[in-house]
């Protein structure tokens, strides 16, 4: 189990979360780019190492009445993890960033750096996009998906 200092060093590390401090000690981190009105990511980090992290929207993870999911035990991947999908989750959906698509299949990729890639199915073709730019191009999906592996980044589902 990680400390209640690794827990905040490690949330401390996402430059989009801002640290709001509130009563007995525990600290809340906002995302205040949210594109509803939830904002809370971290909830209630407490120097005993307890706290939640938004995932309503996230798959494979045990969440309370609130959609929030207890961090207590959590490694240091897991905790970067559930944070960048928590964030990915809240960010909007519509970006400059984007590429432009039109009813196609896509997938979203993230690293532990953060960085977002989209993989796109183009007619026959499998694409990987940075924002606007075109990073590879695959014959198949699973070309691609090996490609995104080995760059260090998984599928946020």
């Known amino acids: 189990m990680l400390t209640f200092e690794e827990k905040l060093s490690i949330i401390e590390s996402f430059p989009e979360l801002e640290r709001k401090n509130v ?15 939830k904002k809370n990511v971290v909830y209630h980090l407490h120097s005993n190492g307890n706290g939640f992290v938004y995932g309503a929207e996230l798959n494979g993870y045990e969440k309370n009445d609130k959609g929030m999911v207890n961090i207590r035990d959590f490694s240091e991947d897991e905790l970067r993890t559930i944070i960048q999908k928590s964030i990915l989750s809240l960010t909007p959906k519509t970006s400059t960033k984007a590429p432009i698509m039109e009813e196609q299949k896509e997938e979203k990729w993230i690293n532990q750096d953060h960085q977002t890639l989209i993989l796109v199915q183009e007619e026959d073709m499998w694409s990987v996009y940075a924002g606007l730019n075109l990073d590879g ?19 946020f589902s």
Not at 138 to 154: C, I, K, R, V
């Open 23 to 37: 009563s007995m000690g525990r600290i809340n981190f906002h995302y205040e780019a949210s594109a509803s009105d």
């Open 137 to 155: 191009a695959f014959n198949s999906y699973g070309e691609a998906a090996e490609y995104l592996h080995e760059e260090g980044f998984t599928r």
